[in-house]
Nanobody, 115 residues
Framework: VQLVESGGGLVQPGGSLRLSCAASGFTFSNYAMSWYRQAPGKERELVATISSSGGSRNYADSMKGRFTISRDNAKNTVYLQMNSLNPEDTAVYYC?????????WGQGTQVTVSS
């Protein structure tokens, strides 16, 4: 099983990034997918979740209207489009696959928002 995040980097305040998480080794379309993030010295927090079919999406309040989660089950990939980024969005971003009691995590990708 692998979840490989990509797309992180350094971006200026107000900028955008799109993260990708490529999955392999399990039946991707059976799993809900989530993005989490962890800033230095803080606990990991949920950013957004999308259902296995993509028909349902939920966001943390601070990300609503700025972030969009999506998935392509044909490509076994989940995405996180992040707009209007600010320095408080600086963190390592992780993707997670979950189905009942089974869950898998990626290794994370660093996002740094700074001028």
């Amino acid at each position: 099983v692998q979840l490989v995040e990509s797309g992180g980097g350094l971006v200026q305040p107000g900028g955008s990034l799109r993260l990708s998480c490529a999955a392999s080794g399990f039946t991707f379309s059976n799993y809900a997918m989530s993005w989490y993030r962890q800033a230095p010295g803080k606990e990991r927090e949920l950013v957004a979740t999308i259902s296995s079919s993509g028909g349902s999406r939920n966001y943390a309040d601070s990300m609503k209207g700025r972030f969009t989660i999506s998935r392509d089950n044909a490509k076994n990939t989940v995405y996180l489009q992040m707009n209007s980024l600010n320095p408080e969005d600086t963190a390592v971003y992780y993707c997670r696959a979950a189905r009942f009691v089974t869950n898998y995590w990626g290794q994370g990708t660093q996002v740094t928002v700074s001028s």
